[in-house]
């Protein structure tokens, strides 16, 4: 079965600092991709980034890195140089491609608080 | 270019009423997941179609719960009758191609008294 995982429900950083949310999954699938997204107070989903499964190098998107340890089975979020604005509900998910489906399954987040 | 529009944005009711969620996807895109977000359970696959056809409705809850797509620019989400532990944010999202991200509408918050 398909799993993911984040352990921190919440995480403080200081404006300026760079921060990693963790992100762990479990497939027995070749073929993945797993994403990011961020859910501000406000309510909606914003999609920050995407790796694949045999993506040879760590997606990037502006301040927003995934460092992909696929032995690990691990897709941290690394955000650099934290913004006030960051503060916000971060999503790990997963596209879990087993049999016909490609849904997308989601950890139940974690909390990121940035500081002044 | 519009993103994913769902209706109502807010709704209350009370228990044993008929809702209905309502989702437009992003014009072009063939798959469809209706997700439903609570604190305690955290964000949750209703059902995904793909080209209008219910591929996984696994994380139905039950019978109460049902879900249609007649065409591609629409798709609803029926609670009858609905009951408090209803009370969640439920969210439509779309996609165009099988392994692209999803764009989320702005969620239907839903609360049933």
């Known amino acids: 079965a398909q799993k993911i995982t984040q352990t921190q429900p919440g995480m403080f950083v200081q404006e300026k600092e760079a921060v990693t949310l963790d992100c762990t999954y479990d497939?027995?699938?070749?073929?993945?991709?797993l994403f990011w997204y961020k859910q501000p107070s406000s309510g909606e989903m914003i999609f920050l980034i995407y790796?694949?499964?045999?993506?040879?190098q760590n997606a990037t998107e502006g301040r927003y890195s995934l460092n992909f340890q696929k032995a690990r089975k691990s897709a941290n979020l690394v955000i650099s140089a934290s913004q006030l604005g960051d503060s916000a509900m971060y999503f790990c998910?997963?596209?879990?491609?087993?049999?016909?489906?490609?849904?997308?399954?989601f950890g139940t987040g974690t909390l990121l608080a940035v500081q002044p | 270019d519009a993103g994913v529009i769902q209706s109502p944005r807010h709704e209350v009711t009370e228990m044993g009423q008929e809702v209905t969620l309502r989702c437009k996807p992003i014009?072009?895109?063939?798959?469809l997941f209706w997700y439903r977000q609570t604190m305690m359970r955290g964000l949750e696959l209703l059902i995904y179609?793909?080209?209008?056809?219910?591929?996984?409705d696994s994380g139905m809850p039950e019978d109460r719960f049902s879900a249609k797509m007649p065409n591609a620019s629409f798709s609803t989400l029926k609670i009858q009758p609905s009951e408090p532990r209803d009370s969640a944010v439920y969210f439509c999202?779309?996609?165009?191609?099988?392994?692209?991200?999803?764009?989320f509408g702005e969620g239907s918050r839903l609360t049933v008294l």
């Open positions: 999202a779309s996609r165009s191609s099988e392994v692209g991200e999803l764009f």
């Open positions: 497939t027995s699938d070749p073929s993945y991709g």
């Open positions: 790796q694949g499964s045999y993506d040879q």
């Open positions: 998910a997963m596209r879990a491609s087993g049999g016909a489906t490609n849904k997308l399954i």
């Open positions: 014009s072009g895109h063939n798959s």
């Open positions: 179609f793909n080209n209008n056809v219910p591929i996984d």
